[in-house]
């Protein structure tokens, strides 16, 4: 199994490279990333009794395959291991009787309770309180509890640790406890998403990162902010993302004249865009990959990023899915250059499935008890922190482009 892998490696990188689809550099980085996954997530549904044929044509599909279709099929693969994850949550969580009775009946409660406005969270109003009686009841397990349990039916769990990276800004890493295989989902990144039409809204705005170590752009532009979920909690609850969680950032700096000033002028805006509220999982075990981090010089990462988009209509897993949207109105916007520009609301067709636009991380080889290594990518346009190895430079490039 070992030399297959060797070979379909030998193979993610140079179908992932290959000049196809699109002129635009930031595009054509899309579409390679894509690719990557069609790879790792094909290579991932083959299981351990894969042999030389089944990669030969893996290798030969993704070469045909074009890049819509590759990226329908990764959704569609990505959704299937999340669903499995979301099996294994009920069971640990679900009291006996409702597995058996009505498993959906704790999602259908979550998708009746009132709404509220995502503002409150930007401008620090305070509000109503929450329903607790509408949040369905779960077993009372801690977090911890319900990481081991979890690490018992997938195989692994996640753990927040001392990086073992050798630089003194390192903080915390993010483990991996148990094993992996490769194209596995092993994290969701949590927290607020905000589309480009709400950028404003970001606390911090307009240097949203200045004091945020734990914000991540997806191409489309849709900006996930951790923070407020910080490294989970012990129950299930109605979350709207307001309260900032306790979260070690490893933010350095003395704050200097030109902080100041920006601190002053980065009030979050008032408006009226209501709060968005949904029950969640807080003891998620593996909404923890805003943790991860960069790989020190010469050290490849072993995660990539994937963009999932959630399909709402998935009444029973949504409780497990560890994001909210910010905003009630979906509004379509045109980019040019660094920019965003509204263009429009969009239209819902009969055809139209509301989605959550969200992220994971993807195992690129096989891993066992040891730490997540993201490729950060940071745009070498601006000036980069000390810590930061390039992996690939034309890849920043591009995907910053």
């Known amino acids: 199994m070992a030399s297959l892998f060797q070979k379909f490696q030998k193979a993610v990188k140079t179908l992932a490279k290959r000049p196809a689809f699109s002129k635009d550099p930031r595009q054509l980085q899309f579409e390679a990333d894509i690719n990557r996954l069609f790879l790792y997530l094909s290579y991932n549904q083959l299981g ?85 009686s509408a949040v369905p009841q779960t077993k009372p397990l801690s977090q911890a509890e319900v990481s081991q349990k979890l690490k018992d039916q997938l195989g692994y769990t996640l753990s927040i640790k001392p990086s073992q990276i050798p630089h003194k800004d390192a903080g915390q890493g993010l483990f991996v406890d148990g094993a992996v295989d490769v194209g596995a989902v092993v994290a969701f990144y949590p927290g607020v998403v905000y589309s480009p039409a709400y950028y404003r809204y970001i606390p911090g705005y307009p240097k949203v990162d200045a004091q945020n170590p734990y914000l991540i752009t997806r191409y489309d532009g849709n900006v996930i902010n951790a923070q407020p979920w910080g490294s989970g909690g012990d129950e299930r609850q109605l979350w709207h993302g307001r309260k900032v969680r306790e979260i070690k950032a490893d933010v350095k700096g003395v704050e200097k004249g030109s902080e100041k000033i920006w601190k002053l002028l980065s009030k979050p805006l008032e408006g009226n865009q209501g709060d968005n509220s949904e029950v969640l999982e807080l003891r998620n075990p593996l909404a923890l990959a805003h943790f991860a981090n960069h790989p020190p010089k010469g050290v490849l990462p072993n995660v990539m990023i994937c963009p999932y988009d959630f399909p709402l209509t998935e009444n029973n897993m949504r409780i497990y899915i560890p994001n909210i949207l910010f905003g009630n109105a979906e509004v379509k916007m045109r980019r040019f250059g660094s920019f965003w520009f509204k263009s429009g609301a969009l239209k819902n067709s009969g055809s139209h499935i509301p989605i959550l636009k969200s992220l994971v991380l993807v195992a690129t080889r096989t891993l066992q008890d040891e730490e997540l290594l993201l490729n950060y990518r940071l745009s070498n346009t601006k000036k980069r922190p000390q810590w930061y190895a390039p992996v690939d430079e034309e890849e920043d490039r591009r995907r910053w482009s």
């Open 48 to 132: 351990k009794s894969a042999d030389e044929a089944d990669v030969e044509e893996i290798i030969e599909r993704s070469s045909k395959t074009s890049a819509a279709d590759q990226q329908i099929q990764v959704q569609e693969n990505v959704h299937s291991q999340i669903k499995t994850f979301c099996t294994f949550m009920d069971e640990i969580l679900l009291p006996s009787e409702k597995t058996v009775t009505d498993p959906f009946e704790s999602s259908q409660q979550a998708n009746t309770l009132p709404r509220r406005s995502g503002l409150s969270f930007a401008v620090g109003r305070s509000v109503s309180p929450t329903n607790d």
